[in-house]
């Protein structure tokens, strides 16, 4: 039994054809992952499939039936739900309340807010979900969140599951929890559809997979026995490695001093301890790269660090002349001003900034654009038009090209496809190998176990542990390849730290 | 001309016409002559000199007041506040210019003009502040301000400084007025236009030149796209947004002058007749762009003086309506113009 079948489906943004006349099924119970780089136009595939967006021609079929949604609620009805990558949540409405919203059960007085409660609390027992209903989103953490997405669905009743990037924002531990659910929605006979950006994941949880790249479909592959054959995957995911081919290698470790060093710091806002008694320690030549749940005091570390919050107490010293660079976590809200051009963006953080003339700011676009490989259409587009990738490259360009010393990455390729991450990799070993202090905070565990000299694990705004490189390199399959392996026990007991469990 | 000033200069265009078409659609319902009405408005503005005068001295407080308003609004902040912060600054303008007339007349128009400039600043950097400590709308303060100020200057005025039974104030020396147009180019006889308009071109132009070329002008529009992204960019923001409240403010100001020292001699309660908020939609219309000020400003003061000539045909209040047309179409064709110019590609 087919759940979606897509028959040529094309849609085009003005001569960019974002689907180009896709067609494949998707079976009736069957974990379906979608792969693709960023721009590789599954998103739109989706947001067809979701009724968001229109397609130009082709055809889609759901459960057999040819069907084409004018609306999401369209789609809601005949048994598609979708979690997007950014939860749609209203933040000061409960659980109960967000997800009733649009399908409230009704009495001739109003909603029927206590059989809904009891509809919901036996599915959160159901799913084992792990919610109270009545708590607020604001209160919740990004992996309950999407836990209340989840429960959206289920409270609709969907049949097919979409889930856009799930994984992206979880923690070892919640990813573990996440594809515990997908399983028992594998066993209830519903549909999954997963689009990810992470090949261990696939080869674990998917029955199928099906590759797009520039908008066209270009691999399939059955994953039924857990056999996927994950080389020839990401080839077909990137087409050409370019820049893979050509990897900065790690120098030997250069004579380290100190560069940046935090001791005992604490910082409350909103009555809530970010910070609780941080040390850590930045030194020149080494990449310290700090992993944890999100909302564990990742943000105030960097506010500290850069300046943007001052209300703290302990100490702060800085062993080096010069400002600190930073690439932010939320690019679109901190990083650039997407209405300004490449080159007015590079300049705006200059010191001393006065006016620059046109030619001189294409210029100094012209210089990034040739020098990071960056896809652009026209030198003056604004920064807003460009993808994900190109962003980020543009914002790091600007951050390491700087005289700056000490350099604060986060989510450095979230959001960012291979060629894109493997290339920034590539930068951030070079600025290390130049001598320069970096510090990069991530979700993305095989990203810091390949770049990172020290390794620490922050848990309620304090650092629990700190690896040394030589404690998890015997992990590491090969350095600069696409698919990098660490140890399992290793990232197990990374995992625990990381939800504050210590062994000792 | 780039791109993007070729889409906004559709777009605005676009906005004017369909602004007219349904004004035209409106007249007809109303059982008007729309062409006759057209034509009227536009003979009394340009049959002759005197038309075309008045109508650039009408042009003149709304291209002051315009630049005031798109320094504001570069910068995110949507200053209503201008009809309280312009007369503020006037009634100050003409009470420095009465009590130091023994000043020779360059220096007297100078700091007269400064001390309003800084008396409408200040008006301008209170809902600034109170944006900035306690987080509060400026749209709200600014519109509340204008009552509050518009009731001190009323007190002010007739306790102290008005003239008797009177709600203006003493005339200043007619040595110290402005030189008319119709003086140097008869062309314009009879008409009230003075230099101050030729300083409003001006001020449009060194605008123009600060909000886009200079790097105090590239923060403010930073901070007016993305307050965030300009504080981790290290620009204070803060310091931007009381430094843009107060000039932007301090600018409305300067519609005084005109009126001031260009026709009437003094001060005069409800000299303003709303150009602060007539300039709302000047600036609006003009993308916040100076130059396209001066064009906006001249489209309001036609149909303004022009809609004198019909005001036996049609209820004066039309020009209102037009008004609000203008911003409605504008949002609405905006919109459409720069989605069919994008192309943009969603993945």
């Known amino acids: 039994m087919k759940a979606v079948e897509f028959i040529e489906v094309t849609r085009k943004f003005g001569n960019f054809k974002a689907n180009d006349e896709i067609s494949f099924d998707i079976k009736s119970n069957d974990v379906h992952c979608i792969l693709g780089e960023n721009g590789a136009g599954k998103s739109t595939l989706m947001n067809i499939l979701f009724g968001i967006i229109k397609k130009d021609s082709g055809k889609m079929k759901i459960f057999g039936e040819e069907k084409d949604f004018k609306s999401p609620l369209d789609a809601i009805k005949n048994g598609i739900g979708m979690v997007h990558q950014h939860f749609m949540l209203i933040e000061d409405f409960t659980v109960l309340e967000n997800v009733i919203l649009g399908n409230e059960i009704t009495l001739k007085t109003g909603i029927d807010f206590k059989r809904s409660e009891l509809i919901l609390n036996e599915l959160v027992e159901k799913y084992s979900l792990g919610l109270d209903v009545n708590a607020r989103i604001s209160e919740l953490s990004i992996g309950q969140q999407q836990k209340v997405e989840i429960l959206k669905l289920l409270f609709r009743e969907s049949d097919i599951l979409i889930f856009d990037e799930p994984t992206a924002v979880l923690s070892p531990v919640e990813t573990d929890r996440f594809f515990k659910i997908i399983g028992t929605f594998k066993n209830d006979g519903k549909t999954i559809i997963f689009i990810t950006h992470k090949l261990n994941e696939v080869k674990y949880i998917s029955d199928r997979v099906s590759v797009l790249r520039k908008g066209k479909l270009v691999y399939e592959s059955d994953n039924a026995d857990k056999d996927l054959n994950i080389p020839e995957l990401s080839r077909a995911i990137v087409g050409e490695l370019s820049e893979i081919s050509n990897p900065v290698k790690r120098a030997a470790e250069i004579n380290t001093s100190d560069a940046v060093v935090l001791e005992n710091i604490n910082l409350v806002l909103n009555e809530l301890n970010v910070l609780n008694g941080l040390d850590l320690k930045l030194k020149k030549g080494e990449i310290h790269g700090i992993c944890g749940v999100e909302g564990n005091g990742q943000s105030g570390i960097v506010d500290v660090i850069y300046g943007i919050e001052k209300n703290f107490t302990g100490s702060f010293k800085k062993y080096i002349e010069g400002g600190i660079s930073l690439v932010p976590d939320d690019r679109k809200r901190k990083g650039f001003i997407k209405e300004y051009n490449i080159g007015e963006n590079i300049s705006l953080k200059g010191k001393n900034l006065n006016y620059l003339p046109e030619k001189r700011i294409n210029e100094i676009s012209g210089k990034i654009i040739s020098e990071n490989d960056i896809r652009v259409s026209d030198i003056e587009s604004p920064m807003g038009d460009l993808s994900g990738g190109n962003q980020q490259k543009v914002i790091f360009a600007r951050e390491s090209d700087s005289e700056n010393y000490v350099i604060v990455l986060v989510h450095p390729t979230r959001g960012v496809d291979i060629n894109a991450s493997a290339f920034i990799h590539g930068r951030i070993l070079k600025l290390r190998n130049e001598g320069k202090a970096v510090l990069v905070i991530s979700s993305d565990l095989d990203e810091l176990i390949l770049l990172s000299d020290r390794l620490s694990v922050l848990y309620k705004g304090k650092i629990l542990k700190t690896f040394a490189r030589k404690d998890f390199s015997g992990y590491i399959k090969e350095e600069n390849e696409v698919e990098l392996t660490a140890d399992p026990d290793f990232l197990q007991s990374i995992g625990k730290l990381m939800t504050g469990i210590t062994d000792e | ?347």
């Open chain 2, 1 to 347: 001309m780039n791109r993007k000033s070729l889409i906004n200069l559709i777009s605005v265009s676009l906005s004017v016409i369909v602004t007219l078409l349904i004004i035209f659609i409106l007249l007809l319902i109303l059982n008007k002559d729309p062409f006759l009405i057209f034509s009227k408005i536009f003979s009394e503005v340009f049959a002759d000199g005197y038309g075309i005068g008045q109508t650039l001295f009408k042009a003149t407080p709304l291209i002051f007041v315009s630049c005031g308003l798109a320094v504001c609004f570069h910068a995110s902040i949507f200053n209503i506040g201008a009809e309280g912060q312009l007369n503020a600054g006037a009634f100050v303008t003409a009470l420095v210019a009465l009590k130091l007339d023994f000043l020779p007349f360059p220096l007297l128009i100078t700091v007269s003009l400064i001390c309003g400039f800084i008396i409408s600043g200040i008006f301008g950097l209170i809902p600034a502040y109170i944006k900035i400590k306690k987080d509060v709308s400026e749209v709200i303060t600014t519109i509340m301000m204008n009552f509050i100020i518009l009731a001190l200057v009323n007190f002010f005025l007739l306790d102290f400084f008005a003239v008797k039974s009177t709600m203006r104030t003493e005339k200043i020396s007619a040595n110290f007025m402005f030189l008319k147009m119709e003086d140097v180019i008869p062309f314009f006889q009879g008409s009230s236009l003075n230099i101050s308009f030729l300083l409003a071109l001006l001020l449009a132009f060194l605008m123009y030149m600060f909000i886009y070329k200079t790097g105090f002008g590239y923060k403010l529009r930073s901070v007016g796209f993305n307050e965030i992204a300009s504080r981790y960019l290290g620009i204070r923001t803060n310091a931007v947004i009381m430094i843009s409240f107060f000039i932007g403010a301090g600018i409305t100001s300067l519609a005084g002058m005109n009126y001031i020292f260009g026709y009437k001699g003094f001060y005069e309660f409800g000299f303003s007749n709303n150009i602060g908020f007539t300039a709302i939609a000047v600036t609006l219309l003009a993308r916040n762009n100076p130059i396209g000020i001066i064009f906006s400003s001249l489209l309001f003061a036609v149909l303004d003086y022009g809609g004198l000539s019909v005001n036996q045909l049609v209820p004066k209040e039309l020009m209102l309506v037009v008004q609000g047309i203008i911003i409605l179409s504008l949002l609405a064709v905006d919109k459409l113009v720069n989605n069919y110019f994008r192309g943009k590609i969603v993945s």
